[in-house]
Each structure stands twice: as C-alpha cells, then as structure tokens.
C-alpha cells in the first residue's frame, strides 16, 4: 500500500513539476510539505516527534521509487533518514521536540554542513571556528557543495571547536537560517542533479547559542563517523532504484524502437548487455536488503556500508552508461529521462565519502591489526625524536 501510495505521489504531484524545479534550480516548497502531509518525511521517526513510527525499510521504499523515476531535486532523504536520525540520537529533549515535529511535515527544510572549500574528504581539517563566548559560539566560516543548501531553514554544521587549545575538536551545531550574519550562496550550476539547490553557506559572527550544540562539544568526529554508514547506506539504496528505473525504461525503449526490421531487443547485444544488468541489480539488491535490515537492527558497520556505497553506485553508473547505449542519439538528448539519469547519478561516486575513501574505509577494517601496530609505532617515534 505505501509503495503505491508513493508511485501515485510521484506519478500525480512530481513528474510534471521536475522542468520548472530544474529551470528554478530547486525544488517546491509544496513538494516538502505534501511529502509531509502524506507522511512520507520522517518516516522511521517516533510518532512522538511527528514521524511515522515505522521501519526503515519504508524509508528505503520511498528512497527506491524516487530513485526509479530519476526524481533528484528534493532531498527528502538527507532531511529524513540523515539529519533527523542525528537529533533523534544526539539531540536534547528539548532539541527533538522543537525540529523533528517541524521536520515532519515538511514546514521546515534541513541542511547538512560539513564539506568546505578546502577540505571534503579530510573532514578532520575543517576550518569553520566556534569561539565559546560563555552562553554562545560565535561562529565563522563557510561550508560549499551543500544538499538543499538554499531551502534549508537550519543547518546542521560541524565546527571547530576550543581552537588552538588541547580539547581541540569538531563539535556539531544546529544553525537556523535566519540567524544574522548567516549567508547562503545562488545554488551551483551543475551537470546534474540540476533541480537540487546546492549551495555555499557562509557564516559571519553568528551567534549561535550553546543550546543549540548537539552531543558533547568535540564529539562532532566520532558522531560523523558512526552516522556516515545510513548516509551511505542510503546512497547505495538510490544507485538501486536508479539502476532499476534505468533498466525497466530501456527495456520499454528498445523492445518498441527497430532497427533492420527487428526490434533492438532483438539483436543478441541488447539481450546479452541488459543480462548483464539485471544480473548485477539482482546481487546488489540482495546485498542492500541485508544492510537495511542490519540498519534496522542498528548493526550495519562502517565496511558494510562502505562496500555498499562504493559497489552498488559504480554499478549504478555502469548500468546506466549501458542503457544510454541502447537509446542511440535519443539517449543523449535532455527530454529522455535515461539522459537526465546518466547525468545525475555520476556524483554518487563522489558525495558521501568518495568512492576511494569507502575503499580505505574497507582496508582499515581488513588491516586492523597491522594498522593499530603502525600508529603505535609512528606514535612511539614521535615521542622519542
Ligand atoms: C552535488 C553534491 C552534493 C553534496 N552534498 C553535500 C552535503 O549536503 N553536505 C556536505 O557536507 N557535503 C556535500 N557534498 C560534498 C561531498 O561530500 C564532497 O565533494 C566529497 O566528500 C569529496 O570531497 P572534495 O570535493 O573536497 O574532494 P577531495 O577531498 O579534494 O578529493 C579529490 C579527489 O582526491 C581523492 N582523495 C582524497 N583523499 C584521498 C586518499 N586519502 N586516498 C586516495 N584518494 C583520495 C578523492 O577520492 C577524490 O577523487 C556534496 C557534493 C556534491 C558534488
């Protein structure tokens, strides 16, 4: 019943609406509010706070069917299954009651700032500074590449925090968009994705009261590595979809398109080339069907999500590199939906962790051993030089 309800959804309200979102460069407010009203935000959330109280493998339903159609601009997951899982985890009462009720019904949009100009996949080298100034921070810095950046009416930022001194570290805070001296950047022009509102975010002297810090001040690192495996989870569940979206078009494309007197699905290629496909769809769906439930249990580790993230978006990648193929010049042109999906899915090989740093991410936990006995040996020689 959810899935239909979710196909309906995005057959009747979003398909139509995806020219005008892309020419806006974003997404409708609307869009975030009937997602909210239909109970689609939030889903895994306790009813307590406005969620759905379900489990995450609704969650990953709704990720799926989105992905099925090439639907990128509202970044309904980061909002439900990312940031709202951070609150609900980290979060004071007081914190969850007033952003995750607001969160659910889609009256409030949320951001998640970590990259900035000079470092992404070294998160530990940001720059953005928390000066404690006894009941605030004062905050300044800038993130960039940031998803529903230019909607957002808070952001969750990693910050430094204790500059300079030993309790050094990366602290999470909860900014709210209106707060002065908080800028937002026009969204990016990108080669895809081009109805998503990425943008920078500048922060100039705000204040940003202590209330607002979520976890413990220097925790910020150790939260972010924990919760990165449902946001990579949660990509790898999009490459699904997407693969799946982009076979089950090209299936439709090629048996009605002829070429000498055949239908393209004819020829042994075409047949041989979507086999193919289908076949690594088939052993990706069933490896994420076990990491869902994992998450679901709270057991999915980093390597399992890392391996995830990494194999099921170059098979996406691949996948939809091949269907393109078989569309011939009509794959190449925007009006087809498999040209917009080769487009957009060429940045989950980037986003989330970059596919080389899920690699290291798998090694680390290969080599754990070997790697202990090298950082104390690396510490040891520092001491002694
Ligand atoms: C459309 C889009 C949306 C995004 N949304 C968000 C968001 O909402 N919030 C957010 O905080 N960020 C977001 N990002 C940022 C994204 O997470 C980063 O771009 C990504 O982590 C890579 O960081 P970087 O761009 O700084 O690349 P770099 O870190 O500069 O990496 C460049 C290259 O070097 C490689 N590399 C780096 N270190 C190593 C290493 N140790 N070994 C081997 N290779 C290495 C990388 O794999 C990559 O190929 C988004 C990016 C895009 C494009």
């Given at each position: 019943m959810t899935r239909k309800m979710i196909q309906d959804f995005i057959k009747g309200e979003m398909i139509d609406q995806v020219d005008e979102w892309e020419k806006n460069g974003m997404v409708s407010r609307e869009i975030w509010e009937r997602a909210g009203e239909l109970g689609l935000l939030c889903i895994d959330m306790p009813e307590e706070y406005g969620?759905?109280?379900?489990?995450?493998s609704f969650s990953a339903l709704f990720i799926e069917e989105l992905a099925k159609k090439g639907i990128t601009g509202p970044g309904f997951s980061l909002h439900s299954d990312v940031i709202a899982p951070y609150l609900l985890k980290y979060g004071t009462e007081a914190q969850k009651q007033k952003y995750l009720p607001q969160m659910a019904s889609g009256k409030m949009i949320t951001s998640l700032g970590m990259t900035e100009p000079d470092c992404g996949s070294d998160l530990q080298a940001i720059k953005t500074k928390a000066e404690d100034k006894g009941d605030h921070y004062l905050v300044n810095g800038q993130k960039t590449f940031i998803t529903n950046g230019y909607m957002s009416d808070m952001s969750l930022v990693a910050v430094k925090t204790n500059?300079?001194?030993?309790?050094?570290g990366v602290s999470l805070l909860l900014i709210e968009?209106?707060?002065?001296?908080f800028e937002k950047g026009v969204p990016f022009k990108k080669i895809g994705m081009k109805s998503q509102d990425t943008c920078e975010l500048f922060f100039d002297d705000v204040i940003v009261p202590k209330e607002n810090l979520l976890g413990e001040e220097s925790s910020g690192f150790k939260i972010m590595m924990t919760e990165l495996a449902r946001e990579r989870l949660i990509v790898a569940l999009n490459a699904i979809g997407g693969a799946e979206g982009a076979l089950q078009q090209t299936i439709e494309y090629t048996s009605t398109r002829t070429a000498f007197k055949q239908p393209i699905a004819g020829f042994q290629n075409t047949q041989f080339k979507l086999a193919e496909c289908a076949t690594q769809l088939q052993i990706h769906q069933a490896f994420l069907d076990r990491c869902t439930q994992l998450l679901s249990k709270h057991k999915l580790t980093a390597e399992s999500a890392s391996m995830a993230k990494y194999s099921a978006t170059d098979m996406h990648n691949k996948v939809v590199d091949e269907c393109l193929q078989l569309f011939g010049g009509y794959g190449y042109m925007w009006d087809y939906p498999i040209a917009r999906m080769y487009a957009d899915n060429r940045v989950a090989r980037i986003y989330a962790g970059t596919n080389e740093i899920m690699k290291i991410l798998i090694a680390r936990g290969l080599f754990k051993e070997l790697f202990q006995e090298m950082k104390k040996a690396a510490k040891k020689n520092n001491v002694r030089s």
């Open positions: 969620g759905g109280g379900m489990d995450f500059n300079g001194t030993e309790k050094e968009s209106e707060s002065e001296g």
